[in-house]
């Protein structure tokens, strides 16, 4: 069974600061791996995904993660925090051979979140 | 635009009462998904449907069943809500005709469904 362990619920930073939140998973076979943001009563939105391509994985808004095998993680940072980032941010997983034993069907398996604040 | 579309938005329910969560996506998705999503918990998968005309347990299905009316909608129905089932409702898709890519979920924007 797969899963993701997030590491703070909450993490508050300074405007301008760089931002880490920390996420490790758990799989039996090589993962894809997700991150996701949600802010204030809507929706979750993808930020940037992992599929076994290049370790490095840039996403949207100036955020990246960075695959790491040897640990087991697939923490996410961006430089220099904004206002804007304040929101929460889950961490999902999911694996190839989950796609195909359930005909494509790609269930992701989320970590608990971590709530961002962003200090002025 | 685009996307998943839940109603309603908010919802208030006594315990005891019926309410069916309607889900309609218009990205011509194969898979469908409910998620129910509590403070400290993450989103927790409820049911899902691989395609049209099959329905899954997910981790958490007690208290609810599911349609899968046609390609682009998948209610969620709760036939007797209890206090427990009070909690923010999330309907998402996925191209499963993409599945080796890793494509990942689109969202709606949630059902505040609150049980007293």
């Known amino acids: 069974a797969q899963s993701v362990t997030q590491l703070g619920s909450h993490v508050s930073v300074s405007e301008g600061a760089l931002v880490l939140l920390r996420c490790n998973y758990s799989?039996?076979?090589?993962?894809?791996l997700f991150w996701y943001v949600q802010y204030p009563n809507q929706g979750l939105q993808l930020l940037l995904k992992?599929?076994?391509?290049?370790?490095l994985v840039k996403g949207i808004n100036g955020f990246e993660a960075e695959f790491k095998k040897s640990e087991t993680s697939f923490h996410l940072t961006k430089p220099s925090a904004h206002m804007s980032d304040a929101a929460e941010y889950f961490c999902a997983v999911s694996d190839r051979s989950s796609l195909i034993s359930n005909f494509g069907n790609e269930k992701l398996t989320f970590g608990t979140g971590t709530r961002l604040t962003i200090i002025p | 635009n685009a996307g998943v579309t839940q109603t309603p938005k908010f919802q208030v329910l006594k315990t005891g009462q019926s309410m069916t969560l309607q889900c309609a996506q218009d990205?011509?998705?194969?898979?469908m998904y409910w998620y129910r999503q509590d403070p400290g918990m993450g989103l927790r998968l409820i049911y899902y449907s691989a395609s049209e005309g099959t329905t899954d347990k997910g981790e958490v299905p007690n208290g609810y069943n599911v349609s899968r009316l046609n390609k682009r909608e998948f209610s969620l129905r709760l036939e007797s809500a209890a206090p427990s089932q009070t909690s923010v409702y999330f309907c998402?898709?996925?191209?499963?005709?993409?599945?080796?890519?890793?494509?990942?979920?689109?969202f709606g924007s949630g059902t505040r469904l609150t049980v007293v």
């Open positions: 799989s039996s076979v090589p993962p894809y």
């Open positions: 992992y599929t076994s391509a290049a370790t």
């Open positions: 990205m011509n998705h194969n898979s």
């Open positions: 998402a898709s996925s191209d499963r005709h993409r599945p080796l890519q890793g494509y990942g979920y689109t």
